[in-house]
């Protein structure tokens, strides 16, 4: 246990000046910037009105004004953007000892290799819950300043639920990346790998069959996919969540194991 | 009890043979140099020596204990492998803290004590990526040693320090050597092994293929007396008259093996003078380090 804690400890002080830390946070604020801009728009209908493409997608889905479609859009930006974002915070935690040339810093250690690995995985998830928190509060402020009208405390309690469990379950997919990090020894692999989830995420989910595809479910969770919510069943969250769990073991036995010649 | 104990150790990678059947041991309070070309296997074998690659065939004991996933002796052991890297946003001190943690310290003063001690203390606030190579590499060295382990494995451990860094890291390496930690170290830089390493170990395409001592390294290197004088081949003649071993090199120069000549090499000029062929120069060459591992690995 205290070589965790002592980990740990490590993890936060590798991570504490990072530049990358702030940059997720901007990154990921975009989400409900931009919602909020959306919300601003419809409240004008001669401003919607020029917005073309905007248009044409609220009326698709039927998107008005207020605290639901708002939170909504939130949401649906935690299953789908987070992909990306939780993606690329777990491709600097576990890649950035490769371009920084430190892994072999780490391998001969009292601290075991699984220690090391569980304490990055913990930044991982911190890092993204409080990403995750951050828009969750930027999108509060945004929707308080601009008075969107039906906020109910039912309405926030079926929005928080969705809306942490959709950050939980795109988090618990980022395990797989990991791997990817320290297999391919970098960034290059772990993000080629998201961008090609985040891709195949979209096109499985629009063939219909995203409830079985690991990376699409988060999304669909959130909303996102509309009325294919309804097909996720229990196959869908146990493929999930075993992806998750054959990444993480995939991820410690490779750095125990593996020849570290980098 | 050898600190470091090999056995018979392989290691390919595809179809190339890093280390081949590589049988060491370095005993305690001892300096053991390692010299190789690049791509001799050094590194590879450093690597196999920390537990980061395994090998093939054959054994590792490290303190008389088999090395494996469950060895628990690495606050025994400081390594630095090839170039020292740090974690370039955080500052000396705080990356000093990383491993402090990591290696699961007690006593805070050893950062401190570490960075006096290779007088890192100008730059213990400055951010890793604006060290200079030098600083870099002593920022490296620090990490390996300021938990005080009893084995130092280094791999280029003076890359990149100026002279006057070379000079205080040796003495640095001599006097943990005296206070009873040994030390494992690999240098391209021939003559500093030379005057660093109790024993040399010799390795080329893999192959250990020379072990010898500091004093039997000694006796190996090639000596011999180089005379000039205004003319060279009459000088030639009287030596060789005298069962000198005398030749000329391609410098035009007079060589002389004899052990006769080494030891009394005042004989030398005297014969001369009273030939009329008074010597220009007469000095005791010794082949450096260099050209030992050269001949060494040409010969194999």
Not at chain 2, 30 to 45: D, P, V
Not at chain 2, 260 to 288: G, M, R, W
Request: aromatic fraction near 10%; hydrophobic fraction near 45%; include cysteine.
């Amino acid at each position: 246990m205290s070589g965790q804690v002592q980990a740990l400890k490590a993890e936060l002080i590798k991570n504490k000046y990072s530049t990358i830390l702030w940059v997720t946070f901007i990154a990921f604020a975009l989400a409900p910037i931009m919602g909020g801009i959306f919300m601003l728009i419809m409240r004008d209908p001669e401003a919607l009105a020029k917005a073309g493409a905007l248009h044409t997608k609220v009326q698709v889905m039927h998107i008005v004004a207020d605290w639901n479609s708002y939170l909504g859009i939130l949401t649906q930006a935690i299953g789908i953007g987070g992909v990306l974002v939780f993606g690329f915070v777990a491709s600097w935690v576990f890649g950035r000892e490769y371009s920084d040339g430190t892994a072999k810093d780490l391998l001969a250690l009292p601290t075991s290799r699984a220690n090391i690995l569980n304490a990055k995985f913990i930044i991982y998830i911190i890092w993204c819950m409080g990403l995750a928190l951050s828009n969750l509060l930027i999108g509060f402020f945004i929707g308080t300043i601009l008075q969107l009208p039906s906020l109910t405390m039912s309405l926030v309690s079926t929005y928080l639920t969705t809306y942490f469990t959709t950050a939980l379950m795109t988090i618990v997919i980022g395990t797989p990346i990991a791997f990817f990090a320290i297999w391919g020894k970098g960034y290059l692999a772990p993000l080629g790998f998201v961008s090609l989830t985040l891709v195949f995420a979209q096109i499985i989910a629009a063939t219909g069959y995203g409830y079985y595809f690991p990376w699409s479910i988060p999304g669909l969770f959130s909303g996102a996919g509309g009325e294919y919510k309804a097909q996720l069943n229990g196959l869908s969250y146990s493929i999930l969540v075993l992806t998750s769990i054959a990444g993480y073991i995939a991820t410690v036995t490779f750095w125990k194991l593996a020849d570290h010649s980098k | 009890m050898e600190i470091i104990k090999t056995h018979s150790l392989i290691k390919h990678f595809g179809n190339t043979t890093a280390i081949d059947d590589i049988s060491i041991h370095v005993n305690p309070g001892e300096i053991y140099g390692f010299l190789g070309l690049n791509g001799a296997g050094k590194t590879t074998l450093i690597r196999v020596l920390l537990g980061m690659i395994k090998p093939d065939q054959g054994s590792v004991m490290l303190f008389g204990k088999q090395l494996s996933p469950r060895f628990k002796q690495w606050n025994d052991i400081g390594y630095l492998v090839e170039t020292p890297y740090a974690y370039p946003n955080l500052s000396v001190v705080e990356n000093l803290k990383v491993y402090y943690n990591l290696r699961q310290l007690n006593d805070p003063h050893v950062i401190d004590d570490i960075i006096e001690k290779l007088k890192l203390t100008n730059h213990k606030d400055k951010k890793a990526k604006v060290l200079s190579l030098g600083n870099q590499q002593r920022l490296g060295l620090a990490k390996a040693l300021m938990h005080q382990p009893k084995l130092l494995i280094l791999d280029e451990p003076i890359n990149g320090l100026d002279p006057e860094g070379i000079v205080e890291v040796r003495e640095l390496l001599k006097d943990l050597a005296t206070q009873g930690s040994t030390i494992f170290l690999s240098s391209h830089i021939l003559g500093e092994i030379n005057k660093l390493a109790h024993r040399i170990g010799i390795i080329h395409q893999g192959k250990l293929i020379k072990e010898l001592t500091t004093p039997e390294l000694n006796k190996q290197l090639i000596k011999k007396i180089i005379v000039d004088t205004p003319d060279n081949k009459t000088a030639l003649h009287y030596l060789t008259a005298h069962q000198y071993q005398a030749v000329l090199n391609h410098n035009h120069e007079i060589e002389i093996l004899n052990d006769e000549a080494l030891a009394h090499p005042e004989n030398i000029s005297t014969l001369l003078v009273e030939k009329n062929c008074p010597p220009k120069q007469v000095y005791l060459f010794t082949e450096d380090l260099e050209m030992y591992f050269l001949r060494t690995i040409r010969t194999k």
